[in-house]
């Protein structure tokens, strides 16, 4: 059973500058999760999709940061513009459904000079 | 408001020797409990789960741990660790909105 899959796996940008994430779900997962890893801490949850629609967006900075789940598949996370602070591995991760075990992504290493 | 608490920064154990970390949880109700690694440059690795039941829970890797409702503690233990135990751990409260520690780097001596 092929695993999460994020793109890219790095990526290097200026601040103010905008970038985006892709991740494909392991298949037939109804629930798909991004996550925020800064370094030195545990990852932070950004959102959460079932199936195509938000159940939970709370931590979510929606000034800057945007995310879709387009055919409740692949999704895909925004931020712009970006800053210093987003600097961080952006974990996505995947369940058959709500409460459940989270199958993570290898994640994405932005930086933001 | 749910959170989790890993006491132990970073941890160095010599190879062969036993392991144990810690992690303490705040949540509300019945808590979903898990403990994840994290290799450098990897994603996330479930290494076990507590739902119900047995407090005592096996994973992989020869790893274990105890859930204390009394002590709102789910301690992770290894009996003999392995270099390749070197990595990071976290401890997360759920069910769904997962909740995590800042873990615990782990250093193995020869």
Same mark, same amino acid.
């Given at each position: /059973?092929? *695993?999460?899959?994020?793109?890219?796996?790095?990526?290097?940008?200026?601040?103010?500058?905008?970038? @985006?994430?892709?991740?494909?779900?392991?298949? *037939?997962? @109804?629930?798909?999760?991004?996550?925020?890893?800064?370094?030195?801490?545990?990852?932070?949850?950004l959102?959460?999709?079932?199936?195509?629609?938000?159940?939970?967006?709370?931590?979510?900075?929606?000034?800057?940061?945007?995310? /879709?789940?387009?055919?409740g598949v692949d999704s895909t996370l925004k931020?712009?513009?970006?800053?210093?602070?987003?600097?961080?591995?952006?974990?996505?991760?995947?369940?058959?459904?709500?409460?459940?075990?989270?199958?993570?992504g290898p994640g994405t290493r932005l930086t933001v000079l | 408001a749910q959170s989790v608490t890993q006491p132990d920064i970073h941890i160095t154990v010599s190879e062969g020797a036993s392991l144990e970390l810690r992690c303490n949880y705040s949540y509300g109700a019945t808590p979903y409990l898990f403990w994840y690694v994290q290799s450098p440059g990897q994603g996330l690795q479930l290494l076990l789960k507590y739902f119900s039941g047995d407090t005592l829970v096996q994973g992989i890797k020869g790893f274990e741990a105890?859930?204390?409702? !009394?002590?709102?503690?789910?301690n992770l233990r290894? %009996?003999? $660790?392995?270099? !390749?135990?070197?990595?990071?751990?976290?401890?997360? $409260?759920? %069910? !769904?909105k997962l909740s995590f520690g800042a873990g615990t780097t782990v250093t193995v001596r020869a």
């Open positions: /059973e092929a *695993g999460v899959a994020q793109s890219p796996r790095y990526k290097i940008i200026e601040k103010r500058q905008s970038v @985006a994430f892709w991740c494909n779900p392991i298949s *037939g997962h @109804a629930t798909l999760y991004w996550y925020q890893q800064i370094l030195g801490q545990g990852p932070k949850l959102i959460q999709f079932q199936n195509n629609g938000v159940v939970d967006d709370s931590q979510l900075p929606k000034d800057r940061f945007s995310a /879709e789940r387009l055919k931020i712009q513009p970006a800053k210093l602070e987003d600097s961080a591995v952006y974990l996505c991760a995947s369940s058959p459904w709500t409460a459940n075990e989270q199958f993570f | 105890e859930f204390k409702r !009394s002590q709102s503690s789910f290894k %009996p003999s $660790v392995h270099w !390749s135990d070197a990595a990071e751990y976290f401890c997360a $409260v759920g %069910p !769904s």
